[in-house]
Each structure stands twice: as C-alpha cells, then as structure tokens.
C-alpha cells in the first residue's frame, strides 16, 4: 500500500513537471518570437542622403596689389616703395574705395649682390616688395576697378600679379542661411526615403541617426567667382514601418 502510494506520488510529480516543462517551453516560444519580431522591426531601416545647394553673391573681396622696385641705396629704394604705395593709395581713393579698407605690408628687402653666384651682376644692388591690400564689401566696385589698374603699370608702378596675389571673392554670411539650408537637404532624404519605402511596401518612420555634413563655398566657375555655389549633404536613418 505504502509503495503504491509513493508510485503514485512520483507519477503525480513527474505530470507536473511535465506540464510545468510544457508551459515554460509554451512561453519561451512566445517570448522569443516576440523578441525575434521587435528585433526585425527594429532592424529595417533606410539610410538616405539629401543634398542642399543655394548660389550666392560674394560679400566680401580681397584685392592684394604687389609690386616691386629695385635701386642701388637704401634710401633711393625707400623713396621708390613709397611713392607706389602712394600711386596705389591715389588709385584706389579715385576709384571709391574708402582708406580704411587698404593695409599694407612691410616690404621685403633682397642685396642681390650677396645673393649672385657668379655670371653678371644686376643693374640695381637692391630689390624690394611689398604688397598693399584692399579689403571691401564693395563687391561690384571692384570688378569695374579691376581693368583701370592698367593706369599704375602706365605711372611705373611694377606690379606683380601671381596665383599668390590673385583677387579673392568671399562669401561670409553662411551662418544666416545654415539652417534652411539643413532644412532643406532633410527633407530631400526623406523624399528618398519616402521613395525607397514605396517600392520595397513599407512607411518611413522616425528618424534613427542624422548626420550633417560640411558645407562647402565654391566659385560657380573659373569665370564667375564672383557668385558661391553653396552646398551640404545630410545622411538621415530612417526607421521603416509595414
């Protein structure tokens, strides 16, 4: 009797545990499919780039004039660099630029007598340069000066134009314009993504990760530098939802 009694309290355990076993296989099933459905949900996702240009006006330009004189004093080649730089000063006065847009830059002083490794000695012992630079707003002002600056060359002015001493046109208000500009290249991927998401039968959803890129200022050619091309590139993460 007593061994029946435990036969049939082993077999009651065992039926427990069986369905204990059972159930928990039951729900680890139904987690794991969860699980496994929340991990593919949050795993299909788009990533898109959009793209922002905008042309602009210059704002700002630098216009460099170097120019050199050569004598066989000090003092002559020091009355010489001070006259052209009054003979630059005088032209860009004549032309409406205001005094205090011009710096200017000690000159650069070379004995070529010291320098001569052998052949024939130059006709002038010393040779200077310096360099005087006009700093403006006045964008359109100085693109009609330009071609007068042929008169300092006919007053013995000898400039040196190089790609050193190149005119600059420069466009400095790319803070004002920044965030439409980001406004712009967003929604440019999410028209990607919404794109992306029609073909492939899905809806875009939140944004996961964003990434702004650099912005970069360009000439619109080597004809106009006068006119920016300005440009960024967003890399936006999309989410995507059945």
Do not use: C
């Not at 005087?132 to 300092?152: K, Q």
Request: charged share 20%; aromatic share 8%; no cysteine.
């Amino acid at each position: 009797m007593a061994g029946s009694t435990r036969n049939t309290v082993v077999l009651g355990s065992a039926v427990l545990l069986g369905g204990l076993l059972a159930l928990g296989l039951v729900w680890s099933g139904s987690y794991i499919k969860g699980a496994a459905e929340v991990w593919q949900q949050s795993s299909r996702s788009v990533t898109v780039r959009g793209l922002a240009e905008r042309e602009v006006p210059a704002d700002l330009v630098l216009w460099p004039f170097n120019y050199s004189v050569s004598a066989n004093s000090l003092s002559d080649l020091e009355q010489q660099l001070t006259n052209d730089e009054q003979a630059i000063r005088n032209f860009l006065e004549a032309q409406g630029f205001a005094s205090e847009h011009v710096s200017s830059t000690p000159p650069r002083i070379t004995d070529q007598f010291s320098n001569q490794y052998g052949g024939q000695r130059p006709d002038e012992r010393y040779r200077a340069e310096a360099t005087l630079l006009l700093r403006s707003p006045d964008v359109e002002g100085v693109i009609e000066a330009i071609p007068n600056a042929t008169s300092l060359v006919r007053e013995g002015v000898l400039l040196s134009p190089s790609y050193e001493y190149r005119t600059e046109f420069l466009f400095t208000g790319l803070d004002a314009i920044k965030p439409e500009m980001i406004a712009a290249a967003t929604a440019d991927a999410r028209n990607a993504a919404q794109q992306f998401a029609e073909d492939s039968g899905s809806q875009v959803g939140q944004i996961r990760q964003a990434t702004q890129g650099y912005f970069s200022i360009e000439d619109l050619d080597s004809y106009t530098p006068q006119t920016k091309r300005v440009r960024v590139v967003t890399t936006v993460d999309y989410a995507l939802q059945d």
